[in-house]
């Protein structure tokens, strides 16, 4: 059955926007750039650390992290193999989530030991414009190297995956 459409297009869209970023960033040379890719890959890897966090309190299974980003910067490639799984598991996660379950307050604490309490929607809305927030910094140090950040916008997405969206003046 599923969460709603929309839950599950916005987590179909974040797992696309990640594949395009990630791809338009491989082309950047580090070597010529190597302070801005590293800041690019630890806003990446932040992004990730909060998406892992919170697959952990939305399971009901402890996590590792004891901050939001990790003290080791991963590869880029190291990154991008981590964040693709992670986007398969909340794609999978969503799509098999009953629509009874979104409602569930779950209780958690955050890295600093303070405590939440959030519903599995909120913390899905959380997770998916989290990410789309952090994109756009990195989107940002892309284009002052004047490289083109990719046009990762969710009409982008829906249009590219379902084009029989777009819609002639003929009809």
Known sequence: MGASPLLQSLFRYKAWANEELFSELEKLDSAGHEAERHTAVRVLNHVYVVDQIFAAHLSDKPHAYTAINTRETP????????????????????????????????????????????????????????????RGAVGRIATQLSVAPPHDTFTTYLHRSEPERRVTNDG
Do not use: I, P, Q
Request: with cysteine; proline share 0%.
């Open 75 to 134: 590869t880029l490639s190291e990154l991008h193999r981590a964040v693709t799984a992670s986007d398969r598991w909340y794609v999978e996660y969503v799509a098999a989530l009953s629509s009874r379950l979104l409602s569930e307050r779950l209780r958690f604490s955050f890295t600093d030991g303070k405590k939440g309490c959030m519903s599995r929607e909120e913390m899905l809305a959380h997770v998916a414009t989290h990410g789309s927030y952090h």
